[in-house]
């Protein structure tokens, strides 16, 4: 009888053991990709796109509104020829972040991008991405904005 209760309890508490060391590893997986993304986001206020492009996986599914609605899979080098060519067109490009969450290999990211457009005017565009990062490199990068040109009001 004691020796049953007694290898019970050690089951009980090797299960804890192992259930709390699980939770601990995405704990630290959601903080480690939090920084990933960071480090994105400073590659990509200063431009440095060859390295913003290293943080991808080969081919990451991307999500953006100016590419239409479906996912579409790009290489490095077209990562980095989009942003060379908004570069060349918002040579001032910046993206101010404002929130993050993230979870397991998730994170989301509230943000906005600004800068002058090839008119002279100044923008502000409020925009969410949402990052998916497997063994320290994004594999998902969905992006959402209003790519709607304004109308003007009759």
């Known amino acids: 009888m004691i020796r049953s209760t007694f290898l019970s309890l050690l089951l009980v508490a090797l299960f804890s053991c ?4 699980q939770k601990s590893n995405i704990m630290d997986n959601s903080a480690t ?3 990933i993304i960071e480090q994105y986001f400073t590659h990509f206020n200063n431009h440095e796109w060859q ?3 290293d943080m991808y996986v080969d081919q990451p599914e991307i999500k953006d509104p100016a590419y239409g609605i479906k996912n579409v899979k790009m290489t490095k080098a077209d990562i980095i020829k989009k942003y060379s060519k908004l570069n060349q067109m918002i040579p001032d490009v910046h993206d101010n972040v404002i929130k993050m969450y993230h979870s397991n290999d998730n994170v989301i990211v509230e943000f906005e991008s600004s800068g002058t457009s090839p008119d002279g005017s100044k923008f502000v565009l409020p925009v969410c991405t949402i990052f998916e990062i497997k063994e320290g490199k994004i594999t998902k990068d969905l992006t959402y904005y209003d ?8």
């Open 18 to 21: 192992n259930n709390s060391n």
């Open 33 to 35: 990709n939090k920084k």
């Open 51 to 53: 390295k913003m492009a």
């Open 147 to 154: 790519n709607f040109e304004e109308k003007e009001e009759k």
